[in-house]
Structures are given as structure tokens and as C-alpha cells.
């Protein structure tokens, strides 16, 4: 605890539940002012739950809510402002096409306004968006944003986005802020510069909470930390009196294991050959620079740099989500069991390539002609008895997405809006999976059963916590949708994996969980490309981890020789060193 231990908010037997789902139950809770709570819980846990409670999207069923000592009544996001709380979400909700000025006046009536500027003692302010500009820039002066008043949200990055919302609820006069995994969609350079900023609002006396899944930033960043497990608030700790294994161990219930098994690569073969391509990013600006590489199968190649130095662009161009402006991609897929056509060869070159020991029979064993007449073999030949394997070299540039899908090419991107790219929210768990995965043919409005078992699977491989397969995809926890994004690519079982971002949002279990998925596809001999941020998970899971700098490579290292600083230091440098 800090300052002068004012509780200013205080939550008593709070229950809510959705039907059959318990989301929040006997959950007690308080807040001093100054102080920074970070709240834990793995994925499902009712996190986000409690704090739309107390910004009034919902309403518990049991229990009650007190600020600094009195009971209020909290029915709707306009009244959780008016006490002071403003949160920022996950998906933000912002307009578009309106300035950020614009954006902190929008949905305030002259009311809302008389109340704010009365609270501040600026009774001669006037409601428009010239004054609104001025006090965001008084915020950024005070607190250390950096934010154009005048940018509109269209040109905003995520981060300015985020930046935007906080200023939002502050101009409401927000005393309590929470924020719900803010850090999940920022840089480390982000998250760096929005600490700063929340430790300033901290000292200005506001109470801060903070959702967050990575442990570390809850050390750094918190004076107390709330463990949820199951919808119930387990207990609140001094940070500085716990340690990240405790707070796991609190979380979950049970002792965990945090370790990646990584096997040696085993039948490596060159899979993927990425020549010297060249990608531009959504403005028009080259974003991938003549890079270079080989993904092999039975193994993992890891992609570290910078978040926006060209790892998306990268792989969106390998899937043919967005064009290649020189270079080539390549997949080498192996075909068994061709049979040798007069077609392609002659019977002299057939008997040579026998004699090579290039053919086998339809029982795998080899064929040579030895002691055959020339109408004997003919008659084999004919008959398509004579089995060779070749790899077929497919160029992958000019191919549609569809088609590059349909040859074993599959990317799981998990983006700052998960709910933006590739799920449908209102639609359940089987439509999603049959959305992907079940194009072919008429039968994919007939037959539901494939899918049902297959989304029964994931739901079970990856621990979704679900009502049933049944659930609209928009009813699961954050981290849970993402499951589900992650585990559609996965079940389907490709020649070429690429996750980007795969464990984005998931707690400690799950995030292990889809490192232990990812080495599963390695041994089935899938080539795997992993994007990640966590350079520790990079080097404990990959076998070689290519780094990216400003969208070129600057090197391609061995992830079992390799040290988290020269890792570090190639993120930062420019060209090929090796
Ligand atoms: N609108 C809703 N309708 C039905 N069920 C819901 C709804 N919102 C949440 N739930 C359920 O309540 C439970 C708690 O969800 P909540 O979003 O609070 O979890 P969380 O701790 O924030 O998880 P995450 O870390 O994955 O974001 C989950 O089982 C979820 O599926
Ligand atoms: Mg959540």
C-alpha cells in the first residue's frame, strides 16, 4: 500500500453470472488511492468481468459496491464515470474518422460537460473542440503522453489509440483508472513510455489497475497484486513481498511446470525457400527488404525483432495476403509414389533411372528390370506399377490465399484486435472452425459433424473454457477466442506452420501449452516459423531464430548457441552479420 491508505474503492460479495457460467463469485476487493493493483488470473478467470462491473457495462447479482466508504449504485458506464472510474478496454472505442479532440468530446452531453468543468473549477470553459485540444495537450505536459490533438484516430498506431482512450477518461475527471491488458498490443518501448505515464498519474494521487497476463511487468509496475482463480478473488499480495513462482502457483492452484521440452530436429528437410523478397506495408513503404531464408521441416525457426519491423508484412506475403515485389517463395512438396508415364521418359532412360535405383514398386520395395524383356517392363510402366517420389517445386508468388491454404500453408497471426481477423463473434465455436476449414465442396452446409469433432478436440487439447461447442465465439474470455484462432490453424494439420503472436493475452498455462502444441507439430515433421516477443520462449523453443531489424535480416543464429544480448543487439542492428 502507498500514500495515506484512502480506500476508495471497495467491493463486497460480488457474484455474476452468465446462465449456467459462474463469471464472478463472493468477489471482495479494495483499492487505496495512489496506488497501482495489477490483477492476475488465467484466462477465463473473470478478470474483465469484475471491472465491467465496477464501469457499469454489467450489473452483479449479488453483492455491493462502496467508494471511499459509502455504498453506490453503479447501472451504467455513465454512472461508473460520474463516481470517477473510467476504464479502457480491450477493443477500443474510438470513431475513426474523428480527431483525437473530437474523440474525447463524443458521447458527452452539455450536462456531462457542466458537471466536468464544475468539478474542476474551469466554470468558463466552453464545449468545444479547440478547448479540448488545449487539454490534451495540458495532459501530455502533466503526465507525459504523446498524443496530436488533431490527428484523426485513422492515422493513430495502436499505441496513440490507447493513449487516447486514457486521456478520454481522465478528461472525465477518472480518479480510478483500469486498464485491461493494455500492454498486450504495445512494443516494449510502449509499454516502457505507458508505465512511465501510469506511475505519473500514481504520484498525481489516481488509483490505477492494471490486467496483465506477463508476470514481469506485474513485479515492475504494481504495489499490490489481486489473484482471480475461477471467478473468485483468491487473495491480494504486497508485490514487493511475493515473487513471480508464488503468484503462479496462486493463480493456478497447483505447483506448474514451466518448462519447454525441445527435441532435436529429426528428418530435417528443406521445406519453404524465401528468396530475397521484397514486401511493402499497408502506406506503401518497403517493410520487408530482401530477405532471405529456409524453413525446414522438424524444426522451428524462430522470428525475433522489434514488433513492426516487418514480421507481419513477412509472413502475410508468404500466404499470399499481400503482394511480393521481388523475390520468390518456394515450397518443395514431397509427392510419393508418382508413377513413371512413356509420357515423361523413354524406355531407355526408365531402365538407366532403374538402374539408379529411382523406382519401387507398390509395396515400397526397390524395382531394377533385372532379367526383364523390354515388353515386359513396358506392360509395368503401362500399368502404373513403377513408383518414384519427387518433390514437386511449387513457386508460391502470384498464387491466391486460398490456393496457398489448400497446399499445406497456414498462418495463425493473432492481432491487436483478435476479434478483427478471422473470427466472427456472433457466430459459435463449430461455424468458426467450419469457416476455415471446410470449403470444399457442397457437403459444407450438409455435414457438421467433422467440424463438431473437431472443435470438440480443440476444446479439449487446449483447455477452452466454454459452455459448450455451441457458444458464440463473442461470449468466451479474451484469451480463450484466441485459443480457438490458434487451434483452427493447428487441427488442420499443414506442411508449413507460421504463428505470429501465438500466445498474446493467454496466461502462463496456456502460453505453455501452445509452446508444447508447436513442438508437437515439429516432431510431426511440420515446419514451423514462430513469431514471438518473449526472447527467453524464443530461445528455449526454437532451432534457429532469424532476426529482423527494419525489415531486413540481420542474421540467422543457432537458438541453442546464441545469448539473449546478441539477440538484443541484432534487433538494433542494420544489414547481414555473419
Ligand atoms: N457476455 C458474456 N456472456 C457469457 N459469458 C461470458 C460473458 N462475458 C464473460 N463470460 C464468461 O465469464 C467467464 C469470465 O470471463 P472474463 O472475460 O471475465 O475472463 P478474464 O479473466 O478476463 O479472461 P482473459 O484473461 O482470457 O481475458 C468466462 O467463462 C467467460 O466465457
Ligand atoms: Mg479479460
Known amino acids: 500500500m502507498t500514500t495515506d491508505s484512502i480506500k476508495v474503492l471497495e467491493l463486497k460479495g460480488i457474484t455474476k453470472t452468465f446462465g449456467s457460467i459462474i463469471a464472478n463469485k463472493d468477489v471482495n476487493l479494495d483499492l487505496y488511492k495512489g496506488e497501482i493493483l495489477s490483477i492476475l488470473g488465467e484466462n477465463g478467470s473473470g478478470k474483465t468481468t469484475a471491472m465491467n462491473i465496477i464501469s457499469g457495462i454489467y450489473t452483479q447479482e449479488e453483492?455491493?459496491?462502496y467508494m471511499n466508504g459509502e455504498q453506490v449504485s453503479i447501472k451504467s458506464p455513465h454512472d461508473a464515470l460520474s463516481l470517477g472510474i473510467g476504464m479502457v478496454h480491450q477493443h477500443f472505442k474510438l470513431v475513426d474518422i474523428f480527431t483525437a479532440a473530437e474523440n474525447v468530446l463524443v458521447g458527452l452531453s452539455k450536462k456531462d460537460y457542466k458537471n466536468i468543468i464544475n468539478k474542476n473549477?474551469?466554470?468558463?470553459?466552453?464545449?468545444?473542440?479547440?478547448?479540448?485540444?488545449?487539454?490534451?495537450k495540458d495532459m501530455c505536459d502533466k503526465y507525459g503522453f504523446e498524443l496530436d490533438p488533431n490527428k484523426k484516430v485513422y492515422n493513430m498506431t495502436v499505441s496513440e489509440k490507447q493513449t487516447l482512450e486514457i486521456i478520454k477518461a481522465l478528461y472525465r475527471n477518472a480518479d480510478i483508472l483500469i486498464l485491461d491488458e493494455p500492454t498486450a498490443v504495445l512494443t516494449p518501448q510502449e509499454t516502457a513510455h505507458l508505465f512511465n505515464v501510469i506511475k505519473n498519474m500514481k504520484n498525481d494521487g489516481k488509483s490505477i489497475v492494471i490486467i496483465t497476463h506477463k508476470l514481469n511487468e506485474v513485479m515492475e509496475i504494481s504495489d499490490r497484486v489481486a489473484i482471480f482463480r475461477k471467478g473468485r478473488h483468491i487473495s491480494t499480495v504486497e508485490t514487493s513481498k511475493t515473487n513471480i513462482k508464488e503468484l503462479t502457483d496462486m493463480m493456478v492452484g497447483e505447483k506448474v511446470d514451466?518448462?519447454?521440452?525441445?527435441?532435436?530436429?529429426?528428418?530435417?528437410?528443406?521445406?519453404?525457400?524465401?528468396?530475397?523478397?521484397?514486401v511493402k506495408n499497408d502506406d506503401g513503404r518497403v517493410a520487408v527488404k530482401n530477405v532471405s531464408f529456409t524453413a525446414k521441416s522438424g524444426e522451428i525457426l524462430g522470428i525475433a525483432g522489434i514488433s513492426g519491423s516487418g514480421q507481419k508484412e513477412l509472413l502475410e506475403a508468404i500466404q499470399g495476403l499481400?503482394?511480393?515485389?521481388?523475390?520468390?517463395?518456394?515450397?518443395?512438396?514431397p509427392k510419393e509414389n508418382k508413377p513413371a508415364t512413356f509420357f515423361h521418359k523413354t524406355l531407355r532412360r526408365i531402365?538407366?533411372?532403374?538402374?539408379q535405383g529411382a523406382f519401387h514398386d507398390p509395396d515400397g520395395n526397390p524395382i531394377n528390370f533385372k532379367g526383364m524383356k523390354n515388353k515386359e517392363i513396358t506392360e509395368m510402366v503401362n500399368e502404373g506399377k513403377v513408383l518414384f517420389n519427387e518433390d514437386e517445386i511449387v513457386p508460391l508468388k502470384g498464387k491466391n490465399p486460398l490456393q496457398i491454404r489448400e497446399l499445406g500453408i497456414r498462418l495463425s497471426f493473432v492481432p491487436e484486435d483478435r476479434l478483427g481477423m478471422g473470427l466472427v463473434g456472433s457466430m459459435n465455436l463449430i461455424d468458426n472452425m467450419m469457416l476455415r476449414s471446410y470449403r470444399h465442396g457442397h457437403w459444407i452446409f450438409l455435414d457438421r459433424e467433422r467440424p463438431k469433432k473437431l472443435t470438440q478436440k480443440i476444446i479439449e487439447e487446449l483447455n477452452i473454457v466454454t459452455p459448450s461447442a455451441s457458444t458464440n465465439v463473442s461470449k468466451l474470455s479474451g484469451g480463450n477466442v484466441q485459443k480457438v484462432l490458434v487451434g483452427r490453424e493447428i487441427a488442420l494439420a499443414p506442411k508449413v506452420f507460421m504463428a505470429a503472436y501465438p500466445v498474446r493475452g493467454l496466461d502462463i498455462n496456456s502460453s505453455y501449452l501452445i509452446y508444447n502444441l508447436l513442438e508437437k507439430q515439429k516432431c510431426d515433421g511440420i515446419a514451423v516459423i514462430y513469431v514471438g516477443e518473449d526472447l527467453d520462449v524464443l530461445l528455449a523453443l526454437c532451432d534457429r531464430v532469424m532476426v529482423l531489424c527494419d525489415g531486413e535480416v540481420s542474421g540467422i543464429v543457432n537458438a541453442r548457441e546464441v545469448t539473449k544480448d546478441q539477440i538484443g543487439e541484432m534487433m538494433t542492428r542494420h544489414g547481414e552479420v555473419q
Open 258 to 278: 514451466l518448462e519447454i521440452e525441445r527435441s532435436e530436429p529429426k528428418n530435417v528437410e528443406d521445406r519453404l525457400f524465401v528468396n530475397n523478397i521484397s
Open 63 to 65: 453483492g455491493s459496491i
Open 322 to 333: 499481400r503482394p511480393i515485389d521481388s523475390g520468390e517463395v518456394i515450397l518443395r512438396n
Open 121 to 136: 473549477g474551469e466554470g468558463n470553459k466552453s464545449f468545444n473542440v479547440k478547448e479540448a485540444a488545449k487539454c490534451i
Open 351 to 355: 531402365k538407366e533411372l532403374a538402374a
